[in-house]
């Protein structure tokens, strides 16, 4: 609908309201093993999302996956490159510990708990900034109303 059918604004309104967004050229998705891959892609990302995903990564690779994780954002993001990051509560890695050995070793080993992400990412990685986005997602699944946050490069 057009801004002149009605005279409520409607945030798809716009100079180009009607045109078709063809996706594939304006989003990409990348499948690998993140920690793993010893290469850093020399393409460059205005954002990335990392939504549910650092607690399996602290315990299938402890401490130093989620440093490896974090490094390999900040060098894939180009300069005022934005990454979504949320993560799980200690809580929930103590739900998880006993689904492999892997994760029940890293569990007993781990010293830098999600609560000092933010610490991390701004004091040691290089983030500028950070700002959370969102407290809860409102209307979700139960246990998934963490908050996000934005970290800026």
Known sequence: MGS???AENHPNDG???DEEIDLPHVVSFRHENFVEDPEVSSEKYDAIVCLSVTKWI??????EGIITLFVKIWRLLR??????????P???YKHNR???D???????STFLHPGKFREILLDKIGFRSA??????LTGTVAGFDRPITAYYK
């Open 131 to 136: 700002k959370v986005i969102t407290d809860k």
């Open 58 to 63: 602290h315990l299938n690779w402890g401490d």
């Open 98 to 100: 006993l689904v492999s």
């Open 15 to 17: 100079p180009n309201a």
């Open 79 to 88: 300069p005022g490159g934005v990454c979504l990051l949320e993560p799980q």
């Open 4 to 6: 002149s059918d009605n």
């Open 90 to 92: 200690w809580s929930s």
């Open 102 to 108: 892997t994760a029940k070793a890293h569990y007993g």
